[in-house]
Nanobody
Framework: QVQLVESGGGLVQPGGSLRLSCTAS????????MGWYRQAPGKQRELVATITSAGSTVSADSVKGRFIISRDNAKNMVSLQINSLKPEDTAVYYC?????????WGQGTQVTVSS
């Protein structure tokens, strides 16, 4: 059974930084894409950034220049370096992996940006 385990969320002041990490386990198949989505209170879940096994990335316009996604294929790990945080970045951040065209999700980690 595929499991995605996230870490790194927390409370941070505006302008601060965080690093989120997620490790996938339980699959013998290669992971074609990994990434992060987020859901703020009262809003739909939205794409933050994704990265393929070849290193191609896609990110939301709202995070370009501030968020950096990276991946370690050997460890089935994806990380998100979050810089210059804004209050509107407050959300639950979900790790995502696509394996054999099937999406898998982590439990989510809370990121709160507040002074």
């Amino acid at each position: 059974q595929v499991q995605l385990v996230e870490s790194g969320g927390g409370l941070v002041q505006p302008g601060g930084s965080l690093r989120l990490s997620c490790t996938a386990s339980g699959s013998s198949f290669s992971i074609s894409a990994m990434g992060w989505y987020r859901q703020a209170p009262g809003k739909q879940r939205e794409l933050v950034a994704t990265i393929t096994s070849a290193g191609s990335t896609v990110s939301a316009d709202s995070v370009k220049g501030r968020f950096i996604i990276s991946r370690d294929n050997a460890k089935n790990m994806v990380s998100l370096q979050i810089n210059s945080l804004k209050p509107e970045d407050t959300a639950v951040y979900y790790c995502y992996a696509r394996i054999n065209s099937t999406p898998y999700w982590g439990q989510g980690t809370q990121v709160t940006v507040s002074s």
